[in-house]
């Protein structure tokens, strides 16, 4: 039996002995926006819970906008020229902050192809580098007893925006919304913390897991300490398309977004197998 699994830029196509086989689990389509411009526009207009994004942009000064970096399939161009588009009527100054967490520093071609040649060529754009302390702000201790470092362009800035996807995490439950802080825009000591057993080791650090989940708790609890104004989350099909798009307040929006994309990523299972082959979807 042949089977053609999502890995890297094509697909793998796997060889395996039939009578093995015991299913093959797919999730629910997921169904894609026609016009994802018009869909992203109405969203800043009409947020979840939050007042639109050009009434909270009125009177500041520097706004950070925090995106993912390359390992994360965001369509960061797209959500960029929208809330460009809104910023640059009201705010002087605007920063593009790469959440690259521990990952490496993005190059110049790497940059131009994450949020394409306008934006590259018009605005400020910062790669985070989590281990260059004298660009982090101290900002105090999670409960947990986790120091949090923050890149220090986001904490100086007036309007705090974050961009990004929403889908299963294998630790955090599921991405976006508090991890574009956390790791994003952490310190190494903060990351170090938060990616330790003191953390993973708990059965609620899981795929699709929210109520009780340590990394998540803390991550919530980093984001509020440090303040998001904003935040511009999609959900996305199998062909990286956008399906849905939730901007908003910083928990509501993402919650939205995380019952939208739960009905299409969990997929019950009828018994437990001895093992299952998955990819990380391309």
Not at 159 to 188: Q, W
Request: hydrophobic residues 35%.
């Amino acid at each position: 039996m042949k089977v053609s699994l999502l890995y890297g830029r094509r697909k793998l196509s796997v060889d395996l002995p039939e009578e093995r086989v015991g299913g093959i689990l797919e999730k629910r389509e997921m169904p894609y926006l026609d016009d994802p411009w018009s869909a992203l526009m109405r969203s800043l207009k009409n947020p979840i819970a939050s007042p639109p994004l050009e009434e909270i942009s009125k009177g500041r000064k520097n706004a950070c906008i925090v995106i993912s970096d390359n390992t994360r399939p965001v369509p960061n161009e797209l959500l960029l020229k929208g809330i460009l588009e809104i910023l640059k009527k009201n705010v002087p100054r605007i920063k593009i902050l790469i959440a690259n967490g521990l990952h490496k520093e993005l190059n110049e071609d790497q940059i131009k192809e994450l949020v394409g040649e306008d934006i590259f060529e018009n605005f400020e754009i910062l790669n985070h580098n989590a281990l260059k302390n004298e660009e982090l702000a101290y900002i105090g201790d999670t409960p947990r007893g986790i120091p949090i470092y923050i890149n220090k362009n986001y904490i100086e800035s007036d309007l705090r925006i974050l961009t990004g996807l929403v889908e299963p995490h294998f630790m955090a439950g599921y991405s976006g919304g508090r991890k574009s802080i956390c790791p994003g825009i952490s310190g190494y000591e903060t990351v170090k913390f938060f990616h330790s057993p003191m953390l993973l080791e708990s059965p609620k650090a899981d795929n699709c897991v929210v109520e009780g989940n340590p990394l998540h708790e803390e991550a919530t609890y980093i984001a509020r300490k440090v303040g998001v104004d904003f935040i511009v989350n999609v959900a996305i099909d199998s062909e990286k398309r956008v399906s849905g798009i939730f901007a908003g307040d910083l928990e509501k929006a993402w919650y939205e977004a995380v019952k939208y994309v739960s009905k299409y990523s969990e997929v019950p299972l009828s018994e437990k197998y001895d093992i299952v082959l998955t990819t990380n979807g391309g």
